[in-house]
């Protein structure tokens, strides 16, 4: 199967632009470095687990906060106490606290 081209990119770009519009743009792609940027976070955090094993104070601050289930309001998944968006369907938590 081949890749993607020049093409197909500027096809989805434009559909991009048309849905979202020039304005909001910006605020798309932020939003879309965020998500990927947590998303990483908490593969990480599942995959290795040894930064909170390695009792810095921040490991046991999370630990501590995991005691209280979170749930996403958009789709119910259950989310970390700490998670700023979810990680099913993408929406932004509010702030804590």
């Known amino acids: 199967m081949r890749g993607i081209g020049a093409l197909e990119i500027g096809l989805i770009v434009l559909g991009i632009v048309?849905?979202?519009g020039i304005g909001k743009l910006g605020q798309v792609g932020g939003a879309l470095g965020?998500?990927?940027r947590e998303f990483r976070r908490e593969?990480?955090?599942?995959?290795?687990?040894?930064?909170?094993a390695s009792g810095d104070s921040?490991?046991?601050t999370a630990s501590a906060q995991s005691t209280?289930?979170?749930?996403?309001?958009s789709c119910g998944n259950k989310l970390a106490?700490?998670?700023r968006f979810c990680m099913e369907c993408g929406t932004k938590m509010g702030d804590p606290g």
């Open 68 to 73: 209280k289930d979170k749930f996403c309001p």
């Open 34 to 36: 965020k998500s990927i």
């Open 58 to 60: 921040k490991g046991e």
């Open 81 to 83: 106490a700490n998670a």
């Open 43 to 52: 593969r990480d955090k599942k995959d290795g687990g040894s930064e909170a």
């Open 18 to 20: 048309l849905i979202f």
